[in-house]
């Protein structure tokens, strides 16, 4: 059993494979309030899969931080939650032609892409990211390419569409869990193909097969802290 406050007549929730999720998102929200169940049910804090609908609705770990919390796992992802079976790490950032790169590593030590942190312009206010995986373009969110931005994309109707695809990933977290404060939608394009689809730091629907999901993880990761 990995949560707290579960009801005795719950079944545990199984651990999903990593690799078959497809709308994940970092909450610590295993079951939320429904029927009898008053409060949100909470676990570990963990990469999440929405599974059933209603009083069945749990929230399915995928991915999970390591067990005892120390600089050296700071950056580690496990598909259990004892830490048996490494997922994915960071390595320390390294500054190349002005933009941060963080090398993500299979279980084998394997580089598998890198997460880039570029420092903001003078007229923009936060970094902006990218996410390079080899043998594909580098994928680039609508926060540097919708033009006027991603409040405009929603307005225009395409960002509309988008919150209503990510609208199961968004209600994780809702009744107590890790809901942030304001929400963000964004695209991620790899040259002209829609990959993955964001909201806020902590929700995430992938568009794309061939996404790595350690990469997303990874950014997760890195802009959660």
């Known amino acids: 059993m ?8 719950e079944p545990p929730i199984p651990v999903v494979p990593w ?15 429904a029927g009898q169940r008053k409060r949100a049910a909470l676990g570990v804090r963990a990469f999440r899969v929405a599974q059933g609908s209603g009083v069945q609705r749990v929230n399915a770990p995928c991915a999970f931080f390591p067990p005892q919390s120390s600089a050296a796992d700071a950056r580690r992802l496990y598909e259990d939650a004892e830490g048996g079976r490494l997922i994915c790490s960071l390595d320390e950032p390294q500054d190349v032609e002005g933009r941060r ?4 590593r299979d279980e084998r030590g394997e580089a598998i892409g890198t997460i880039q942190r570029i420092a903001p312009l003078k007229h923009a206010l936060k970094p902006t990211w990218r996410i390079a995986q080899p043998g594909h ?39 107590g869990g890790d809901q942030p404060a304001k929400s963000r939608v964004l695209e991620w394009k790899s040259g002209d193909e829609l990959v993955l689809t964001s909201e806020g730091d902590l929700r995430f629907l992938v568009r794309a097969a061939w996404l790595d999901r350690r990469l997303v993880f990874a950014y997760a990761l890195l802009r959660t802290g």
Request: glycine share 10%; aromatic share 8%.
């Open 2 to 9: 990995f949560g707290k406050n579960r009801h005795v007549d």
């Open 19 to 33: 690799t078959d999720a497809w709308e994940f998102a970092l909450t610590d929200e295993e079951r939320p309030a």
């Open 101 to 104: 790169h963080y090398t993500v």
């Open 137 to 175: 373009p580098e994928i680039v969110s609508s926060a540097e390419w919708a033009q006027g931005g991603p409040r405009e994309m929603v307005q225009r109707g395409a960002g509309k569409l988008l919150l209503g695809v990510v609208q199961a990933v968004a209600d994780m977290g809702a009744e």
